[in-house]
């Protein structure tokens, strides 16, 4: 059984950082792309920035140049480093796993405060 764990998440001011790690049962290499995705109340789910298996990254217009995602293969582990954070950052923030098939951690609130 595959699991993919969601961490880092709380309550932060605007302007401040927060990392989230997300730690895999098996190699993440394994897959063809981590993604991070959030979900605001009463919004559709989005993706946020994604790592694929070559480490070519992909990040959704409103985080380009305050996140930042990476994955360390030896840890199992993708990070979302998330720097200026608004207000408008708040959402469940979930981990996606990629490959044959489909995982999705049990997400982590973010919550900025204005």
């Known amino acids: 059984q595959v699991q993919v764990v969601e961490s880092g998440g709380g309550l932060v001011q605007a302007g401040g950082s927060l990392r989230l790690s997300c730690a895999a049962s098996?190699?993440?290499?394994?897959?063809?792309?981590m993604g991070w995705y959030r979900q605001a109340p009463g919004k559709q789910r989005e993706l946020v920035a994604r790592i694929s298996r070559a480490a070519i990254t992909t990040y959704a217009d409103s985080v380009k140049g305050r996140f930042t995602v990476s994955r360390d293969n030896a840890k199992n582990t993708v990070y979302l480093q998330m720097n200026s954070l608004k207000s408008e950052d708040t959402a469940v923030y979930y981990c996606n796993a990629r490959g044959i098939s489909e995982y999705w951690g049990q997400g982590t609130q973010v919550t900025v405060s204005s």
């Open positions: 098996v190699s993440i290499s394994s897959f063809d792309a």
